[in-house]
């Protein structure tokens, strides 16, 4: 079954700390890959995807993600954390198969910033 | 241009009752998903629907619980007879097509006591 794995649970930096949240999935077909946030009370927010082209992609508030399709993998990057970015961070997946969209999720990584 | 609504946005039932969640998709979006997160879990998909249509429910739980996206109104999805282990939060996201990017709402955040 196919399956997103994100390795860590909780990560706690203090503020100018550089991240990086790993994410893995399992399946061989063409994938559209996605971080989404989740701000405390908040809805869940596109942070960046991936559909196609240069691997190194750079989403909003300074944080961008690298594929590498020999390791199915789609890690997080951004080079130091503010506190503000405390929040809850999902990888998704889209399984092109079947021809629609169905995200699967990771598990997620709460991330908290200490100032 | 108002984002995907839901409500409410927290919900109390007790054991046996009905709960019924409701997502308004974002303008001009005829796609609708549900996902539920359980605690210290990732979002679930649970149904894939588009007006008036069905497509995917293959998340969904086979009893219990169902789901609509009627010609006018909003999405419902509905848990009958609820009971603790339906207590998570609801998402629902929508997407203008198919293969498009999901804007999520807030969630529903469903207690049962």
């Known amino acids: 079954a196919q399956s997103v794995s994100q390795h860590n649970h909780h990560v706690i930096l203090s503020e100018a700390a550089s991240l990086e949240l790993g994410c893995n999935y399992s399946?061989?077909?063409?994938?559209?890959l996605f971080w989404y946030v989740q701000y405390p009370g908040q809805h869940l927010q596109l942070l960046l995807k991936?559909?196609?082209?240069?691997?190194l992609v750079k989403g909003i508030k300074g944080f961008e993600a690298e594929f590498i399709k020999s390791k199915f993998s789609f890690n997080l990057r951004k080079p130091s954390v503010q506190w503000s970015d405390t929040a809850e961070y999902f990888c998704a997946v889209n399984l092109l198969s079947g021809g629609y969209n169905k995200l699967i999720f990771g598990a997620g990584t709460r991330l908290a910033v200490h100032p | 241009n108002a984002g995907v609504m839901q409500n409410p946005r927290h919900l109390v039932r007790r054991r046996g009752q009905e709960a019924r969640l409701r997502c308004s998709p974002m303008k001009g979006h005829s796609h609708v998903y549900w996902y539920r997160q359980l605690p210290e879990e990732g979002l679930k998909f649970m149904v894939y629907l588009q007006k008036e249509n069905i497509i995917d429910e293959s998340g969904m739980p086979k009893e219990r619980f169902s789901a609509e996206f009627p010609k006018e109104g909003p999405s419902i999805l509905r848990i009958q007879q609820v009971v603790r282990g339906d207590s998570a939060a609801y998402f629902c996201?929508?997407?203008?097509?198919?293969?498009?990017?999901?804007?999520f709402g807030a969630g529903t955040r469903l207690s049962v006591l």
């Open positions: 991936y559909f196609s082209g240069d691997p």
């Open positions: 996201a929508s997407s203008p097509g198919r293969e498009n990017i999901q804007y």
């Open positions: 399946y061989g077909g063409t994938v559209n």
